[in-house]
Each structure stands twice: as C-alpha cells, then as structure tokens.
C-alpha cells in the first residue's frame, strides 16, 4: 500500500497552533528585516526611497557616496552626531582630498566624541575602526563592499534563512495540493536566497548584477510569504472535510437536516420551474410581438419623416377618403399628413404610404376584409 503523508488533518490542534505561531512570528519578522534594510541602504545615493542606485552602491561602491559620506547624510548614523554643523565638516572633507592633517584636526574629535563609543575597534571588532586615520580611510573611500565584509554576512545570512526555510517548508509540507506544484515552492526559497547570496559578490563587480540581487530576494520572500500564507489558510480556514470527524449519530442528524431541507425546497423549485415553462413561451412570443411592432414603426416613422409632400391628382383626391373609411370601418385608423398616409395598426405599429396606390394595395390585402372574424395576425394585438 502507498504510504501516505501526514497533512494538516492528521495533526492536533496545540501542533497547529505552535506553526501558526512559529509562521506569524517569521512572518513579522521578515517585515522588521525588510524595513532594516530600507533603512540601511534608501539613502546610499543621497535620495530617500529604496532604489536600484542604492543596492547598486552597497555592493559594487559608487564615485560620489563614500560608505562614510552615506552612512552620516541620511544614513542610520547621523542620528549619533551632536551637531549639524558636524555632518557638513565631515562631508566636507570627505571631498576635499580627506588629507591627514584635516583629519587629525577637525574630524577626529567629532568622531572620538561622538562614533568611538561604538567605533573603536575592540568593543565590536566587526564595525569600522573610526579612532585612526587608516580605519577612518577604510570607509571614506569610495570602494565596493569588503570581500571579508560581504563572506561575513553572507555566512550568518545563509546559516540563519536555511533553518528558517527549513521549519516554514516543514510545516508547508503538510498543506494538501499538486505535488509537483509543492516540490517547486518548497525549492525556489532555497535556490532565490543562494543566488541572491552569491549575486552580492557579483555585484561587487559588475553593477547591473543588482538587479538580480533585487529579483532574487523578492522571490525568496514571496515564496515564503506564499508557504506561510497558504499554511495559516490550510490550518484554520479551509479546514479537511469535516465528515471524517463526524460520530455515526452526527452523520445520521445531518442526513436528516439535509433531506428535510429538501422535502421543503424542492416542491418549491419545481412548482417554480412549472410556472416558468408555462409563461415562457408566452412572455418569449409577447416580447417578439412588440420588438417587431416597434421597429416597424419606427422604420415607417422615418420613411414619413424623409418623404416630401404628396400633390394629389383629382382622382386621387376622390379615392383618399373611400380607402379612409374603409380602413376606419375595419378597426385601423388613419392619417394623412400631406406626405402619405400613416395607418395605425395596433396599439404600437404603424404602417406608412406615400402614394394612394400602394394604400389601395395594402387594402386588398387586409385580413380584415377577407374575412371579419378571422384571426388576427401574430403581428395584432
Ligand atoms: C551605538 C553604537 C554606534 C555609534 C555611537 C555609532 N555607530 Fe556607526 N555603526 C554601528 C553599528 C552597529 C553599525 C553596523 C550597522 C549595520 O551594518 O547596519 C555601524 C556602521 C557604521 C558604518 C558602516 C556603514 C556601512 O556602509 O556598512 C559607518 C561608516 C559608521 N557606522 C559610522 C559612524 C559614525 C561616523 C558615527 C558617529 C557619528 C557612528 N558610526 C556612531 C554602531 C554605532
């Protein structure tokens, strides 16, 4: 027998809400680390918002922002600065050949007052040294990332996502769906963070790689946001058919409910399927009649309107109201309007004639004069 996996279904509740809490907390999180990150990089080339300029900086360097120059105009550092007038001293020799001199007079008091706190090399040997000359120069050239730097990050980085990877994929494994689709979900997190990974020494190099480094972490996250999302969903809202769990009386009840519900609707749905097959036909044949009564009036409407005024012969002027009677004793009324005449039918249609013969013709062909009780048309109401 196929063995079979265990789903959401299979797991108790307390499981459940330890993941949902373990994915909520992840989730959260990654928003924290994606704000970090817009507040680390947005300003590197001197613009607020999160820009290509400003991932293409931090990896490969740029000629005008220093790591220095950024990390103090706009950058997470300014706030340590006492003084405005400080952050315009620093930049400003920044631009001006950042000669020792310079440094050891103006700028290293600012930043032994107020950066070596941190800055200093032995209380956090990862941070720039900022008590000399050289470890200042380390970060007020205008280089790429460090190699040492980027192999720092990028080990914490890659130890730290896999196990959460690992734990988010192993709780999204237990959702119920396509298991090709599953296998691809679960990869692409894993393989968008080893590329993005790797595109940051790319990038080092080559500029344009930033893009890559962009897209790629976009789909890490995406792709867990998805496992995260559909997990919760899974868990709590589109829960497993809940017949499994029913007792043997809950199913019997069930079946009761339902057939009741439909003892009641169904004499109800067919009496109202009866009711319209009855007036269907009626109602079609009625909305046909008054569809071709009004666009043959309206089409005779407009004949009239276009026909310019009839001159009557004597004869005619002797035949005109004969045809008038005749019409008005068989049930239409007429008009004459100095173009033809307009014969009204039914409540609706009217038909037009613009000369004395063809209103003779249209006589002869009367139902009602063939025969007075004949049926009347489709066409009359
Ligand atoms: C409270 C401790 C603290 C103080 C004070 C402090 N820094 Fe930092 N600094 C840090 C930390 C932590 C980082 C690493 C932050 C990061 O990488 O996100 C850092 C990073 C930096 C960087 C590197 C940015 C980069 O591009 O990687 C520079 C440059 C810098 N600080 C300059 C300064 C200057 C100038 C001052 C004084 C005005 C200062 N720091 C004051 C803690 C401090």
Redesign the pocket.
């Known amino acids: 027998m196929e063995k079979r996996c265990l789903r959401f279904q299979d797991i108790s509740v307390s499981e459940k809400m330890l993941y949902s809490l373990f994915l909520m907390t992840i989730g959260i999180g990654y928003l924290f680390a994606l704000t970090h990150m817009y507040y680390?990089h947005q300003m590197r080339d001197g613009k607020p918002g999160m820009s290509i300029q400003d991932v293409m900086i931090a990896y490969y360097g740029s000629q005008d922002q220093t790591?220095?120059g950024?990390?103090?105009n706009g950058?997470?550092?300014e706030p340590?600065?006492k003084s405005a007038n400080d952050k315009e001293k620093i930049l400003v020799w920044l631009s001006t050949g950042k000669s020792k001199t310079d440094f050891e007079q103006d700028i290293a008091p600012i930043?032994a007052r107020?950066?070596t706190?941190?800055?200093n090399g032995e209380t956090?040997p990862g941070?720039?040294n900022?008590t000399n000359y050289e470890g200042v120069m380390e970060?007020a050239s205008s280089k790429a990332a460090s190699i040492p730097g980027l192999v720092k990050v990028s080990h914490i980085h890659l130890f730290g996502i896999a196990f959460i990877l690992l734990f988010v994929g192993r709780i999204f494994i237990y959702c119920r769906m396509n298991v090709t689709l599953k296998r691809v979900i679960v990869v692409i997190p894993f393989l968008s963070m080893l590329i993005d990974t790797l595109s940051w020494f790319v990038t080092r190099n080559n500029p344009s790689f930033a893009y890559v480094v962009v897209a790629s972490g976009a789909l890490m996250g995406l792709s867990m946001g998805a496992q995260i999302v559909i997990s919760l969903y899974q868990m709590w809202v589109e829960t497993f058919d809940p017949r499994l769990y029913l007792s043997a009386n809950q199913q019997l009840l069930l079946k009761k409910i339902a057939l009741s519900f439909q003892q009641i609707v169904s004499p109800i749905v067919s009496a109202s399927k009866a009711y319209l097959l009855k007036f269907a036909p009626i109602i079609w044949q009625q909305l046909r009649i008054a569809t071709v009564q009004i666009s043959l009036s309206l089409y005779h409407a407009a004949q009239y309107q276009l026909h310019p005024k009839l001159t009557l012969t004597a004869e005619d002027q002797l035949k005109a109201p004969q045809y008038a009677q005749t019409l008005t004793e068989s049930g239409y009324s007429v008009w004459f309007a100095g173009n033809g005449w307009l014969v009204k039918e039914s409540l609706l249609t009217w038909s037009f004639f613009n000369s004395i013969d063809a209103l003779g013709h249209y006589i002869q062909h009367l139902p009602h004069q063939q025969s007075a009780s004949a049926e009347p048309s489709e066409y009359k109401v």
């Open positions: 680390t790591r220095l950024s990390a103090i950058g997470p550092m340590n600065l930043l107020d950066c706190l941190c800055h956090n941070l720039p900022l970060v």
